[in-house]
């Protein structure tokens, strides 16, 4: 039988560090836009277009912090994990970094550098 409280408490814990993987491939697919026309690869910024692949990137960072606050209300994640808010400004300056230029030698790191951040951050406070 499956516990749907308990399912539901698993998703909203997991979904920032999978809103945060996803963010790392949609920046991944933002930076080969170019190469994976050539072959014929069709991802999500090819759809949307490269610049409105990149004004909607930094919403991903956002929502994964959204749920986090929302796990924290709901009293699945401790109050200490509202500590990773303390990290909100080279969370800006690595998504600003992005939206300025993406490029894979340079700024595709920015997303990695987040999603580490914030994913050790929460597993520090959780342990």
């Keep these: 039988m499956v516990n749907l409280a308990v399912l539901f408490q698993l998703l909203l814990v997991g979904l920032p560090f999978a809103i945060l993987d996803?963010?790392?491939?949609?920046?991944?697919?933002?930076?080969?836009?170019?190469?994976d026309i050539?072959?014929?690869?069709?991802?999500?910024?090819?759809?949307?277009?490269?610049?409105?692949?990149?004004?909607?990137?930094?919403?991903?960072?956002?929502?994964a912090l959204l749920f986090i606050l929302i796990s924290v209300i709901f009293n699945y994640l401790p109050i200490w994990s509202l500590l990773v808010l303390l990290l909100l400004p080279w969370i800006i300056?690595?998504?600003h970094a992005f939206m300025q230029f993406q490029d894979k030698a340079t700024t595709f790191k920015s997303a990695i550098n987040n999603l580490l951040m914030i994913g050790a951050a929460q597993v520090l406070i959780i342990v």
Aim: proline content about 7%; charged content about 25%.
């Design 38 to 63: 050539k072959n014929e690869r069709y991802t999500l910024p090819f759809y949307l277009e490269k610049k409105k692949a990149v004004q909607i990137y930094p919403f991903w960072p956002s929502t």
């Design 22 to 35: 996803s963010t790392v491939m949609f920046a991944d697919n933002i930076c080969d836009l170019k190469q």
């Design 93 to 95: 300056k690595n998504t």
